[in-house]
């Protein structure tokens, strides 16, 4: 099996637009199965393509870290279509190592996509998964977490990512 390594804040590839899935195709199903392989051993909870350098709109979301097979969703361009009420809570993600902050999410939505058989998808999703769901998304929009936040905070923690990066090269 295909193994990639998570990229990191400042990498091109997670600040652009991901293309549209035109074509379920084996290589696509293979970075989905890659993903979900990369999730739980990272340990997290999901995963964007673009954070392994793929820029397709595809993502995983699994709240049991592997666990249960069920929790698993894997979804090939996902759609948002109504957000909900509000739920400010701490977020963190796996191309921004060691960073946690609290971002303002909506606390139920309701999102479609296609599944990897080209199943068209739609569910609601509350708390803890929506929050996953929407943070997913925007890695497909080209948002991180980060850019949720304040100028003045995105700032400190921009500057302070970029020192970490200065000092692991």
């Known amino acids: 099996m295909e193994y990639r390594e998570i990229i990191k804040y400042g990498h091109p590839t997670l600040h ?37 350098n793929q820029s397709v709109r595809l993502i995983a979301v699994d709240l049991s870290v592997g666990e249960r097979k069920e929790d698993l ?10 957000k909900e ?3 400010i809570s701490e977020e963190g993600c ?15 939505i309701q999102i479609k996509g296609v599944d990897l058989e080209g199943k068209e998808k739609m569910f609601e999703a509350e708390g803890l998964k929506a929050r996953v769901f929407c943070h997913e998304v ?9 850019d949720h936040l304040s100028p003045l905070k995105k700032n400190l923690i ?3 990512l970029l020192k970490r990066m200065e000092n692991e090269q």
């Open 16 to 52: 652009k637009r991901a293309s549209e899935i035109e074509n379920i195709d084996k290589k696509i199903v293979q970075t989905a199965q890659n993903m979900v392989q990369i999730m739980h051993s990272a340990p997290g909870i999901g995963l964007a393509a673009p954070q392994i």
């Open 73 to 82: 969703t894997i979804l090939v361009n996902p759609v948002i279509l109504r």
């Open 85 to 87: 009420g509000e739920d």
């Open 94 to 108: 796996l191309s921004v190592p060691q960073i946690e902050e609290k971002v303002k999410r909506p606390f139920h």
């Open 138 to 146: 925007d890695h497909l929009d080209g948002k991180l977490f980060i």
């Open 158 to 160: 921009r500057k302070k």
